[in-house]
């Protein structure tokens, strides 16, 4: 235990250099995302946020991330035979067979992400990526009705350890918790007799809990192994082996060198700042203008503890003027103020566009083409296509597969066929992967097209295989697979077409056979069958 608190402590340790970054990220884009601290329940978080074009940004950024990857209520993910499985003659295993049975195995994983728990998770898990971090614990579930417990926590709470290849290897996570919530949480755990005691008499007293999850790279294949102890106590409450990583923890970028990322957030930030005090100026600017600033005159009549300065209110005064004046006298305010919208507008554009949110023109402006519009969708999804590949490596395949194990731990998955990561692959088929693949379907039917104008239906018969190449894009495009037929149906298809064009040519035989001849109309020639 002695070792395992040290590597965590100086973890944590590196942690906490990122506060300071984290904590102006919190205060100008995602002030409600900020863990509170003990006694800080309730507190107000916005009092020095003067602009929410960064709030609002952060939002449409989380939820661009579901859209695109793991949209609600769609298939964003796919079970496939890899690449070893067709390419391994030594494997007796039918690739259409394998791929039918990981489809209805990819059906009951489906059903997991489903229950709402994920969505939910993920949104909160995406408002952090926005800094550059963002972590999610995947544990079974305590419910019937929710076999798989995902819980999104804040990466101000988590210390990482990288490992070779750039790969996080370690992730511990503490947090104070009520000893009423720990011991609900690890029912089973062994527990020290003080915190017995502190749970039977106050269960409201909260506790360091530390829950560290290690690579164990000593065994093959390796592990993950799980420990969960008190701030004080000499052994751990709980501890587990898995064999896929409890945590999914993406990054957008990562700096080399460091294990954290760094996100839109990160990027706007600058602009963010000038922002914030901009519209802080121009709003401090604009109460002046409205309100002014007035001179007393000390005659022991106007007092200014009683005056009112609001609309419609009237001030008693020795005089309005000469001989006495009006009896009722409007009084000048100034109500001119300069708003500098030219540089809020800048500033909220550069703001936009770092987090990725410039994808519509803005509602004020003139009437946009469906040209610009288009355009402007496509240059957005070009910007966004770079994290992709990360996003798809630490978010959607993690997520999948540590499912599956849940699943397989929990014998919930029956099947015959092996269940093996090498033959086995997780296809991504979330709406920006389909935007992806539809370009690439679209290449090789403008190929068909191209061959079919230059050589005919001859050249495209000689030189295309058009029947693997349609099931290919339907696999490619996402289309389930009970909808594509296999390479035996095809096969048991062409037989059947065979059978029945040689019985009809039989049966044309044999009319001609006992007609003494060609049936009429057939074998003469066009004119004469038209006579």
């Not at 490992?163 to 104070?176: L, M, R, S």
């Not at 490619?476 to 909808?483: F, W």
């Amino acid at each position: 235990m002695a070792g395992q608190r040290a590597r965590a402590d100086a973890a944590h340790a590196v942690t906490t250099q990122w506060w300071s970054q984290w904590d102006e990220a919190y205060e100008f884009a995602l002030p409600f995302r900020k863990p509170a601290e003990s006694g800080s329940n309730g507190e107000k978080r916005a009092d020095r946020l003067f602009d929410n074009t960064g709030l609002v940004s952060t939002f449409r950024f989380s939820e661009r991330m579901q859209r695109d990857l793991v949209p609600v209520g769609q298939e964003w993910f796919q079970l496939e035979p890899s690449a070893f499985l067709k390419i391994d003659p030594d494997l007796k295993i039918e690739v259409d067979e394998y791929r039918l049975e990981l489809q209805r195995i990819s059906t009951l994983a489906r059903e997991c992400f489903s229950t709402g728990s994920w969505d939910t998770a993920f949104v909160e898990m995406a408002l952090d990526l926005a800094m550059g971090t963002g972590a999610m614990l995947i544990m079974p579930g305590s419910e019937a009705h929710e076999p798989v417990a995902f819980i999104a926590t804040s990466i101000r709470e988590l210390a990482l350890e990288s490992g070779p290849f750039n790969k996080i290897d370690a992730i511990f996570w503490k947090k104070q918790r009520p000893a009423r919530e720990i011991k609900a949480e690890m029912p089973d755990g062994t527990f020290p007799r003080e915190f017995e005691d502190v749970l039977r008499d106050k269960p409201e007293t909260k506790f360091t809990l530390s829950q560290d999850v290690v690579l164990d790279r000593s065994v093959k294949p390796h592990v993950w192994r799980y420990t969960a102890y008190l701030d004080k106590s000499e052994r751990p409450i709980r501890t587990a082996t898995y064999r896929t990583c409890p945590w999914i923890v993406p990054r957008y970028w990562r700096v080399p060198g460091e294990t954290f990322g760094r996100g839109p957030i990160m990027v706007a930030l600058p602009a963010l700042k000038t922002l914030n005090k901009t519209q802080e100026l121009t709003l401090r600017a604009a109460a002046l203008a409205i309100l002014g600033v007035y001179t007393q005159l000390d005659d022991g009549v106007f007092n200014p503890d009683t005056a009112r300065l609001t609309p419609g209110a009237l001030w008693k005064v020795a005089r309005n003027g000469g001989v006495l004046g009006p009896s009722i006298q409007k009084l000048d305010v100034p109500g001119r103020f300069d708003v500098s919208n030219i540089v809020l507008a800048d500033q909220r554009q550069q703001v936009q566009r770092a987090m990725l949110d410039d994808g519509l023109p803005p509602e004020q402006g003139g009437v946009r083409s469906a040209l610009e519009i288009a355009e402007r969708m496509k240059h957005l999804a070009a910007n966004t296509i770079g994290a992709y590949a990360r996003h798809v490596q630490e978010i959607i395949v993690p997520a999948v597969r540590r499912v599956i194990d849940i699943l397989d731990t929990m014998k919930l998955l029956v099947t015959k066929l092996p269940m093996n990561q090498l033959l086995t692959q997780v296809k991504v088929t979330s709406p920006m992967a389909a935007a992806i693949k539809a370009d690439m379907v679209k290449r090789q039917v403008e190929w068909v097209q191209m061959i079919a104008a230059l050589g005919g239906p001859q050249a495209t018969a000689q030189v295309v295989k058009l029947e693997q190449m349609m099931a290919d894009m339907g696999h490619d495009l996402g289309i389930p697979a009970k909808y594509i037929t296999t390479v035996d149906e095809r096969q048991q298809l062409m037989l059947t077409t065979q059978k029945l064009v040689a019985l009809a040519l039989a049966a044309i035989a044999e009319q001609a056979k006992q007609g003494g001849g060609l049936p009429a109309n057939q074998g003469a020639a066009p004119d004469a069958a038209v006579a």
